[in-house]
């Protein structure tokens, strides 16, 4: 019986890894392929480097994919929204990693970093880990953007 139940376990956990395209969120949550569709949509910023931002802290960024074009939303710093659009792509590396690059429009140039994104599975939380400063930002996938 010990047997059956270690041969049981094991292949839930091969099943799990072979639909993981990438190693799974730090908890432990399995996660998905990261591609324009799978990250299409509005996310809301919840955690920074691990911590909640508080209530008067907002970042939120819509994915457009077919157009590879994004709408940011934020107040960091400044108590009124200010958005920023632009266009972004996504690569693997080298050790299979997906990484976001975006470039903001108006000439006001490319992202102060690349990130390493990660997806949970199903699709409903996002971490972006930027490669330059090894900032770590965590988003919710939302229905629509709030009203300013």
């Known amino acids: 019986m010990k047997r059956f139940k270690l041969l049981l376990t094991i292949a839930l956990v091969a099943m799990l890894s072979v639909g993981c395209k990438q190693p799974p969120i730090d908890d432990g949550t399995p996660t998905m392929a990261v591609t324009y569709t799978t990250i299409d949509g ?4 919840t955690h920074w480097n691990g911590a909640p931002i508080d209530d008067q802290t907002n970042l939120y960024i819509t994915f457009l994919r077919k157009e590879q074009r994004f709408e940011m939303w934020n107040n960091i710093g ?3 929204f200010v958005q920023s659009t632009g266009e972004f792509r996504i690569e693997q590396d080298e050790m299979k990693r997906y990484i976001l690059k975006g ?3 108006y ?3 490319d992202w102060s970093n690349d990130y390493v994104v990660v997806l949970d599975y199903p699709g409903d939380r996002m971490l972006l880990k930027a490669l330059g400063n090894g900032e770590v930002m965590e988003f919710n996938r939302i229905e629509a953007l709030p009203e300013f």
């Not at 509005?42 to 910023?45: I, P």
Request: aromatic share 30%; net charge negative; charged share 10%.
């Open 103 to 105: 470039w903001y429009d």
């Open 42 to 45: 509005v996310w809301a910023m």
């Open 78 to 80: 400044s108590m009124y």
């Open 107 to 109: 000439g006001a140039g």
